[in-house]
T-cell receptor, first 114, second 111 residues
């Protein structure tokens, strides 16, 4: 079946602009995660959605970052007033439920802020 | 806080065994995972082990878990050039439901 998909695959933007990154999880997966992978670094947890519960936003680096998940499916990660340090690969993952069920990752969106 | 550490680089010759090691700090794990990331590709789940197991074997892959020492290893037998990738050790916390990633070990396989 279809895996996790993300769009766009690449995004180049100018400093100060807003960007939106999209994630389509695997159908039926109730948990959705956003991570960020900076050059030469491991993955950094950003935010986590589980069903209709309030999201766990504990990993968001600043209030310029926000995410929503509509209808328990598609999620959008928004970065406002982008900065150069926001340049990274943003990865989305989904799992059937919470509690460390296996997470399946999308291909990522490579964001470059000039 | 929670931390996962692994060596950054490993080089082996084709046909040799590769062993990638990892240590973690959080003892509340439920699952421990190995993910593989090939150049330009997304993260791929390679294998995982429940925290109540000591060993898991899956074809060429052997995962060993020492809970007392909080040490996880991945052994790849008969390493092939196609195994060249970055391997991430990942700890799944039963407290938070989050995955904590190590920085990744780059495996270079020389022909």
């Amino acid at each position: 079946g279809a895996g996790v998909s993300q769009s766009p695959s690449n995004k180049v933007t100018e400093k100060g602009k807003d960007v939106e990154l999209r994630c389509d999880p695997i159908s039926g997966h109730t948990a959705l995660y956003w991570y960020r992978q900076s050059l030469g670094q491991g993955l950094e947890f950003l935010i986590y959605f589980q069903g209709n519960s309030a999201p766990d936003k504990s990993g968001l680096p600043s209030d310029r970052f926000s995410a929503e998940r509509t209808g328990g499916s598609v999620s959008t990660l928004t970065i406002q007033r982008t900065q150069q340090e926001d340049s990274a690969v943003y990865l989305c993952a989904s799992s059937l439920t919470r509690d460390t069920d296996t997470q399946y990752f999308g291909p990522g969106t490579r964001l470059t802020v000039l | 806080g929670e931390d996962v550490e692994q060596s950054l680089f490993l080089s082996v010759r084709e046909g040799d065994s590769s062993v990638i090691n990892c240590t973690y700090t959080d003892s509340s794990s439920t699952y421990l995972y190995w993910y593989k990331q090939e150049p330009g590709a997304g993260l791929q789940l390679l294998t995982y082990i429940f925290s109540n197991m000591d060993m898991k074997q899956d074809q060429r892959l052997t995962v060993l878990l020492n809970k007392k020492d909080k040490h996880l290893s991945l052994r790849i037998a008969d390493t092939q050039t196609g195994d060249s990738a970055i391997y991430f050790c990942v700890h799944g916390s039963s407290n938070t439901g989050k995955l904590i990633f190590g920085q990744g070990t780059t495996l270079q396989v020389k022909p």
